[in-house]
T-cell receptor, first 112, second 115 residues
Framework: SQQGEEDPQALSIQEGENATMNCSYKTSINNLQWYRQNSGRGLVHLILIRSNEREKHSGRLRVTLDTSKKSSSLLITASRAADTASYFCATDENNAGNMLTFGGGTRLMVKP | DAGVIQSPRHEVTEMGQEVTLRCKPISGHDYLFWYRQTMMRGLELLIYFNNNVPIDDSGMPEDRFSAKMPNASFSTLKIQPSEPRDSAVYFC?????????????FGSGTQLSVL
């Protein structure tokens, strides 16, 4: 079963614009992670935010976490065509034996 | 390190045949996960191991699926007999679970087509 649900399922923007993807989850978590998947490839870890953190930055990535609403957002600023990929949130749940549960993903297309 | 290595990269087989997917995790990692990805169901966790011991196999679809991890450097996922609905991309991932090092490392996946 999927813990996280991403919104929107697909997003198309122009190069230079910002892209925002949202993730909602159901149970309490230790941390939430975002991954990227290029077509035909495995997932690559982007950023992790812990349950006691509210915001985190890494380069052009900004992640927020609201544990009261059980939601997270990933912002990619000044997007580039190379950012075209699918983005997944994954939750590291409390009392879940250290397994990660992934959402359905957001397909991002950045047009040059 | 070469990362998580999966083989084969592509597998085409006929319904009823046995399929074996292989995975070599990153050296030193103590958790290994098998996921299946389809358009309809997204990324599903099938089974995961900790120190070569299966911890949770509740995601394994049915008895046709089995997974083993005979040692820390090798795992297999077997489907016998295979069915067309098993067609998917199967990913293996590993991690060394400690606070501050929770991220997963994925292999490139095995694209399975069952005709």
């Amino acid at each position: 079963s999927q813990q996280g649900e991403e919104d929107p399922q697909a997003l198309s923007i122009q190069e230079g614009e910002n892209a925002t993807m949202n993730c909602s989850y159901k149970t309490s978590i230790n941390n939430l992670q975002w991954y990227r998947q290029n077509s035909g490839r495995g997932l690559v870890h982007l950023i992790l935010i812990r349950s006691n953190e509210r915001e985190k930055h890494s380069g052009r990535l900004r992640v927020t976490l609201d544990t009261s609403k059980k939601s997270s957002s990933l912002l990619i600023t000044a997007s580039r065509a190379a950012d075209t990929a699918s983005y997944f949130c994954a939750t590291d749940e409390n009392n879940a034996g250290n397994m990660l549960t992934f959402g359905g993903g957001t397909r991002l297309m950045v047009k040059p | 390190d070469a990362g998580v290595i999966q083989s084969p990269r592509h597998e085409v087989t006929e319904m009823g045949q046995e399929v074996t997917l292989r995975c070599k995790p990153i050296s030193g990692h103590d958790y290994l996960f098998w996921y299946r990805q389809t358009m309809m169901r997204g990324l599903e966790l099938l089974i995961y191991f900790n120190n070569n011991v299966p911890i949770d196999d509740s995601g394994m679809p049915e008895d046709r699926f089995s997974a083993k991890m005979p040692n820390a450097s090798f795992s297999t996922l077997k489907i016998q007999p295979s069915e067309p609905r098993d067609s998917a991309v199967y990913f293996c991932a590993s991690r060394y679970y400690r606070v501050g090092r929770e991220k997963l490392f994925f292999g490139s996946g095995t694209q399975l087509s069952v005709l």
